[in-house]
């Protein structure tokens, strides 16, 4: 089993471009988070899916942020355009299924943003 | 509010040395508490969670509800230990994680 799989692991790009990253969770897990860490932070949520439906996206800015979730297995978060503060790591999570425990993330490895 | 303080940036300590770390948190309901450990190049993980009141790699932590505290314990540092720990909270019906800020631990040889 390879783990919540993310891509790409490092991207950079200069202000005002586009962006988006890909997540594929863990075969099963019905549940999908997109966190965002800053430096020195720990991750923030910024959308939760339960299957194809978006549930929790109170955090994610929605003038420039955008997430997927077809047919409930891959999700792609986009940013368009993207600004300096946008610098970070962006974690993709998912849980459910039968594989640990109750609550426990399994999180991928992250892709890293840098905005110039 | 909900929230979680780690009020530690980084924790420095010898090997053997006792090693605890804090957690605070903000929450009126009934949480569930969890610490999650990032190793050097590795992905974040799960450690341990507050209800299975387990020890994990010798780590235990109690949840005190009348001090909002899950401190994070263990009685002889090793040099493996060395990592970053974050302390989360799982609201009470919500399936979703609201972590610290992280504390670096580094035991030194």
């Known amino acids: 089993e390879a783990g919540v799989v993310q891509s790409p692991r490092y991207k950079i790009i200069e202000k005002k471009q586009p962006v988006a990253f890909w997540c594929n969770p863990i075969?099963?897990?019905?549940?999908l988070y997109w966190y965002r860490q800053n430096l020195g932070q720990g991750p923030e949520l910024l959308i939760r899916y339960e299957n194809e439906e978006a549930v929790d996206d109170s955090q994610l800015p929605k003038d420039r942020f955008s997430a997927e979730r077809l047919k409930g297995v891959d999700s792609t978060l986009k940013i368009q355009p993207a600004e300096l503060g946008d610098s970070a790591v962006y974690l993709c999570?998912?849980?459910?299924?039968?594989?640990?425990?109750?609550?426990?993330?399994?999180f991928g490895e992250g892709s890293r943003l840098t905005v110039l | 509010a909900q929230r979680v303080t780690q009020p530690e940036k980084l924790l420095s300590v010898f090997k053997g040395a006792p090693v605890e770390l804090k957690c605070n948190y903000s929450y009126s309901g009934s949480p569930e508490l969890f610490w999650y450990v990032q190793y050097s190049r590795q992905r974040l993980q799960l450690l341990l969670r507050h209800i299975s009141r387990e020890s994990i790699k010798g780590f235990t932590a109690d949840l005190n509800k009348g001090e909002t505290s899950f401190h994070l314990k263990k009685p002889f540092a090793q040099e493996e230990d060395s990592a970053m720990y974050y302390c989360?909270?799982?609201?009470?019906?919500?399936?979703?994680?609201?972590f610290g800020a992280g504390t670096r631990l580094a035991v030194h040889p």
């Open positions: 075969s099963g897990h019905n549940t």
């Open positions: 999570a998912s849980s459910g299924g039968a594989s640990g425990s109750p609550g426990e993330l399994f």
């Open positions: 989360a909270l799982k609201p009470g019906g919500y399936n979703k994680l609201i």
